[in-house]
C-alpha cells in the first residue's frame, strides 16, 4: 500500500512539474516561444479591438460604405502569418483587416483609410476593402471573391525569376473555392511548383450560402488531390494547430517543393458585410461559435500550461487597447483628400 | 532608345508585321531580364499566329513560357508579376478569348495603382490577336477594344504597320501601366519598312498617314490601311482625304484630330468594331463638344462593324466591316453633299 502511495506521490509531482514546465504541452504551442505567443496575442487583440472600432465608428456615421469583418477568425491570420517572414508576401481579402494586421500594418494608417484620408494606406482611395501595404509585403486585399488567387501565380512566378528566397501566401474564404480563379490558380502553381502558400479560411458562409450546399466534396482541403498538391484541414480557432500547419506549408514552399493548400475551419461571428440580418443560421449557432472564441482559447491554454502569466495578458490588451485609441486619434484628426486631385494617380509616371 | 524613326534609309529594312512583333519581343528580353512572354501555344508552337515564332529557342522556357488554357488564371499572373518586379507579356490567343479574363484586366491590373493611393504599379502588356477576315466566325473575330479604352487605368493600343507594331509594343513594354495591344490577324503578313533598332513610338499619339484639305478619315487598326487605299483613289476623283491612323484609343490623341478637321472642315471615322457605342462616337462626341464644331461644313459621320455577330460565310463576313468601296462611298457623300 505504501509503495503504491509513493508512487501516487511520483505521479502527481511528475505531473505538476510538466505543467510548470511545459513538458506536456501539445508540440504546436510547445514550438512557440513566449515572445512569439505575446506578439501573436497582442496582433489577435488588436485585431479585434480594430474591428469594434470600426463598427463602432460606422454606426456614429465616421465610416461610409461598408466593411467585412473576421471577429473570430483571428487565430487564422495571425496563426498563419506567424510562420512568414518579412521578406515574403500576402494577397488578401474582402475580410482582410487581421491579415493587414497579422503583416505588421500600423491601425493608425489603416483607421486613416477607413475614414477615407489622405494619411491612409491608399490615401483614402481604395477603403476597408482595398488595403495594401505594399513596403510590409501586402499586395492588397481585394474586392473580388477569388481576385487575389491568380495573382499570386504571378507574384510566385516573380519570385522564381528573380531567384528569391521568399513565398507568397494567399488568403481566400470557402467561397472562392467555387471560382475559376482558384482551380486555375492551383493547378498552374502546381505544374510549376511556385513558392505559394493557398490559405483557406473556411468561415462556413460565402455571403448566406452554406459551404455545405455550394460545395460537394466535406473539405475545401480535399479540393488539393485535383491538384497533386498537399491539403490539410485544420482547426481554424486554434493558433498553434493554424500556425503548425502554415509552418510547414512555408517550408515546403521555401525549399522550392510547391505550393500547398491549408484549410482553416473557422467562423464569422459578425454577418456577412453591414447589410446582413443573419437570416440563413441561428443564434445559437453563432454562440456555439462565441464559445469557441480563439483569443479566450488561446489565453486559457497559455494560462492552464503556466506560459503567460495572468498579468502578462492584461498588459497585452491593455497595449492593444492604447495602439487602437492612438490609431483613433490618428485618423480622426488626419486629413482628407483634396477633391482637386480626384484624378491623380490614375496612371503611373 | 529614340522615339519613331519612320523614314526609310540605313539600318531600315522591309519585314512583315508578325516580324516586327517578335523583334521587339527578342530585343525588350535581350535588353531587360524583367521581360517575359508566356500564353497558350507561345513556345515550342511559335504561336498560334506564328508570332512567337523562334523565341522558345532563342531564350529557353524560363523566359518565353507555354501555359495551360486558362485566361483567367494568366491575366492574374501578369498582374502579380508586374506588381512584383516583372515585365510580363501576355499573348491572349484569340482577343476574343480576353472575355475569359475580364476581372483580373478591368478589376485588378486598371485599378491597383489608383487603388492603393499610387502605392503599386502594373507594368504588363497584353498583345490580343482581333479582327475578322480569316472566316474564324462569331466566337474568333471580334474587334473588342472600345470596351477596354472605357476603363481608366487601362491604355489601350492598336498598331496598323509593322513599324507601329514594333515601336508601340517596345513602348508598351516600358511603360508602368498595363497596356492592351490589339494586333490584327490580317495585318501579320503585310510588310514594310521596319528599323533593325529598338524605337519606340509614342503611346497616345496618331498618325496623319496622308494629308487632305476635303475630308478627315480618322480610322483604326486595319481601317487606316483601307482609309489610305479609298484616298488614293478618291484623290483621282479629285477629292483631298487627310487620313489619319489613331493608334492609341487611350489616352485618345484629341488635338491630332481636332486640327485637322479644323483645316478640312469634315469628319468620317471608320473601325471594325461594332458601329454603336464605339471609337467613332467617341471621336465624334469630342468634336462635337469642342470649338471645332463650328467648322464643320457636314454631319459627322460613322463607319463600324455591323450590327451582328461575325458571320461565317464570306461574302456576309466582308459586308459586316467597312471595306475599301464603303469608304470611298461615305467620304464621296460627305464632300459632294456638302458642296451641294
Redesign the interface.
Known sequence: MDQLDGKRDAIAMTTELQIRTGANQRPELAALDDDVLRAALLKMHLIRRFEETAEDSYARGLVHGTMHLSIGQEASAVGAVLALEPKD?I?STHRGHGHCIAKGADPGRMLAEFFGKET???????GSM?I?D??GGN??A???VG?G???????????R??KRDSV?MVFFGDGATNE??FH??L??AS?WRLPIVFLCENNKYGMSMDVGRAMAVANVADRAAAYAIPGVSVDGNDLPAVAAAARAAVERARAGDGPSLVECKTYRIRGHSKSDRNLYRTRQEIEEWRDRDPIRRLEDELLRHDRLSREELRVIAERAEQQITAAVEFAGTSPDPRVDELT?????? | MPNEIVAHGAGVRECSYAEAIREALAQAMEADG?V?LFGEDVGVYGGAFGVSGDLFHRFGP?RVID??I?E???????????????R?VLEIQFSDFITLAM??VV??AAK????????????LVIRLPGGSGTGAAAQHSQSLEAWFAHV??L?VVQPSTPHDAKGLLLAAIDD??PVLIFEHKLLYKTKGPVPVEPYRVPIGKAAVRREGTDITVVATSIMALRAEAAAQRLAAEGISAEVIDLRTLRPIDFPTVAESVRKTHRLLTVYEGVKTMGIGAEVSAMIAESEVFDFLDAPIARLGGAEVPLPYNPALEKAAVPQEDDIVAAVRRLVREGEA
Do not use: W
Request: charged share 15%; with cysteine.
Open positions: 508576401y494577397l491612409g494606406y491608399c490615401r483614402g482611395r481604395g482595398h495594401a505594399v513596403e499586395l492588397g481585394n474586392g473580388i481576385g488567387l491568380p495573382i499570386a501565380v504571378g507574384v510566385g512566378m516573380s519570385l525569376a528573380q507568397c475559376g480563379a486555375e490558380a493547378n498552374m505544374i491623380r494617380d490614375v496612371y503611373a509616371d | 524583367r517575359f524560363e501555359t495551360p486558362s483567367l488564371g494568366l491575366a492574374g499572373a501578369a498582374v502579380g508579376a508586374a506588381i512584383t518586379g516583372m510580363p476581372e483580373q478589376n485588378q491597383i495603382h489608383f487603388m492603393f493611393g499610387g502605392k503599386a504599379s502594373v507594368p481608366p487605368g491604355k508602368p501601366n
